[in-house]
């Protein structure tokens, strides 16, 4: 368990609707990344974090935002949600310089 | 740029062994992981090897890593049903990880 929650786990919403998705770790890790899951896609990054309000983007960046203010939170937004983005979403961290530990997932659905 | 690329499927008897297979392209990547995912739930770490390491053998995980065809491989020995669930290769370190798709592993009784 390396202590990472996340919130909702699920979550059905309407397309053009804002949606925040919230990771929480409990261990003070630097490092925080978010991912999508898609059928033949595997995993695939959409932003990380490396510090208190230094992120970077990953190669799916577009239609989302993220933000970090406390080093335990990492913030995913979907400023106006698209069916595109209905995908199961992962939070996960950095530990020791050479393992990612996952969070349990947020399935979103936009109908 | 970086790819990893895995078999999607993958079907074996229980007790026999399964060898889930990946190719990866980015040969400066320092660590080789592999994932189990079961049905509804997150990615759980299995092992990882270092890049600069030939095998691991980890209980009933075994490993190999060919660098110079940046071959990756990882055997489960007597396959249980438990084992059944989508596997991931992966490859890089720190601050980028990247994945493949995912083989499904499936036990037959």
């Known amino acids: 368990d390396a202590g990472i929650t996340q919130s909702p786990r699920h979550k059905v919403t309407e397309t053009g609707t804002p949606v925040t998705l919230r990771c929480h770790q409990t261990?003070?890790?630097?490092?925080m990344y978010w991912y999508r899951q898609d059928p033949g896609h595997g995993l695939r990054l959409i932003h990380y974090?490396?510090?208190?309000?230094?992120?970077d983007k990953g190669e799916v960046s577009d239609g989302y935002s993220v933000s970090r203010s406390k080093t335990e939170d990492f913030l995913l937004t979907l400023e106006s949600a698209t069916s595109s983005q209905t995908s199961v979403y992962f939070c996960?961290?950095?530990?020791?310089?050479?393992?990612?530990?996952f969070g349990e997932g947020s399935w979103l659905t936009v109908v | 740029g970086e790819d990893v690329e895995q078999s999607l499927f993958l079907s074996v008897r229980e007790g026999d062994s399964s060898v889930i297979n990946c190719t990866y392209t980015d040969s400066s990547s320092t660590y080789l992981y592999w994932y189990k995912q079961e049905p509804g739930a997150g990615l759980q770490l299995l092992t990882y090897?270092?890049?600069?390491?030939d095998m691991k053998q980890d209980q009933r995980l075994t490993v190999l890593l060919n660098k110079k065809d940046k071959h990756l491989s990882l055997r489960i020995a007597d396959t249980q049903t438990g084992d059944s669930a989508i596997y991931f290769c992966a490859e890089g370190g720190y601050q980028k990880v990247t994945f493949g798709t995912g083989t499904k592993l499936q036990v037959i009784p």
């Open positions: 261990e003070n890790h630097r490092y």
């Open positions: 996960a961290i950095s530990v020791g310089g050479n393992t990612i530990y």
């Open positions: 974090s490396y510090g208190v309000k230094d992120t």
């Open positions: 090897i270092f890049s600069n390491m």
